[in-house]
């Protein structure tokens, strides 16, 4: 009976790494949520700057056409100030001519003359009538280009009200997909979060209840000794015991996963301190780490886990879960962990 009390007084839980690593989990989260929205404000702040262009432009176009119609209806003023001068001229002409007929008429000695002068008026007045026709054409000519120009400025305002509308509607559109993005984002981490709880719930249940293999924070946790010999990174009759249960949980669990998460579990190969010799096989930490993590890779593929569902990755001895300098904090390090997490 001490024994037995001895024994469950040596396996009491350490809830800290857990919470270190559920932060780490929340905090990578938050950065994720971030880096969406900055990008999001990024594409939305080109967007909006290739249509303030677009409205620079347009104003400038319509600045030049305003121009070009106030020189054309100065233009007009002046052929019209001048055609008034050629009427009044026109105008006066005639009365010169009706006054000359009426001298005419009334039969003085100076018919000769006055007929000659009622000649030369109407020779005149002949010529300025052509030429206020002229002037007329060139009046009505200038009136077309004017209406021509209004009715553009008409139509380029009326393009840049709707590019306007168009930026207003598309801002919306951004900051609605925005909002339905980061909804989306945080259903697909709860999702994954609840399998992730089923799975390491099953894995409880199916794998050996053993001091060496346990739950830390959002990973499952194999001590490197169930499954490789020292400094090994072949798999050990016992440890294939174990992988082939997990693996039978992966594919459980593959069924149940919908197809729109792209799930993957990250394999990570952990060791502890102590440098190699660099004589073996293996020069360093980070070689024997990521050749154990791939060595169970293979193994959970060998027994029907789709290889796009596994991710190898090695951290040598630079990822402790206890960075005191103990041999018991050295045996807590050299792991296996196993990580449900969205690729």
Known sequence: MALARGRRSQRNVDYWPGFVDALS???????????????????????????????????????????????????????????????????????????????LDAGSGAGAEAEAQIGSLSGELDEERQVSQRALSQVEL????????????????????????????????????????????AQRVQELNRYRSDFFGRLREILSDRENIRIVGDRFVFQSEVLFATGADVINP?????????????????????????????????????????????????ELSSARAISVVKFLVANGV??????????????????????QARDRNRRIELKLTER
Request: no cysteine; net charge negative; aromatic share 4%.
């Open 25 to 103: 989990t929340l905090l990578l989260a938050i950065m994720f949520l971030l880096s969406v929205f900055v990008l999001a404000q990024f594409l939305l702040s080109q967007e909006i700057s290739g249509r303030d262009q677009a409205l620079i432009r347009l104003n400038a176009q319509i600045n030049e056409l305003t121009q070009l119609l106030a020189l054309e209806q100065s233009s007009s003023q002046d052929m019209e100030d001048a055609l008034s001068s050629l009427q009044a001229s026109l105008s006066d002409a005639e009365s010169e001519r009706s006054r000359l007929q009426q001298l």
């Open 238 to 286: 016992a440890g294939e015991e174990e992988m082939a249960k997990l693996a039978d949980a992966i594919l459980d669990l593959q069924r149940e996963i919908p197809p729109e998460i792209n799930w993957v579990l990250r394999v990570d190969g952990h060791t502890d301190n102590i440098p190699l010799s660099g004589t073996g096989r293996f020069r360093d930490n980070w």
């Open 142 to 185: 200038l009136n077309q280009q004017i209406a021509a120009l209004r009715s553009q400025i008409g139509a380029l305002e009326a393009a840049l009200d709707v590019s306007e509308a168009r930026d207003q509607e598309s801002n919306a559109k951004i900051a609605d997909l925005g909002r339905r993005l980061n909804v989306a984002l």
């Open 306 to 327: 789709p290889a796009e569902r596994l991710v190898a990755a090695g951290f040598g001895e630079f990822q402790p879960l206890d960075e005191t300098n103990t041999p």
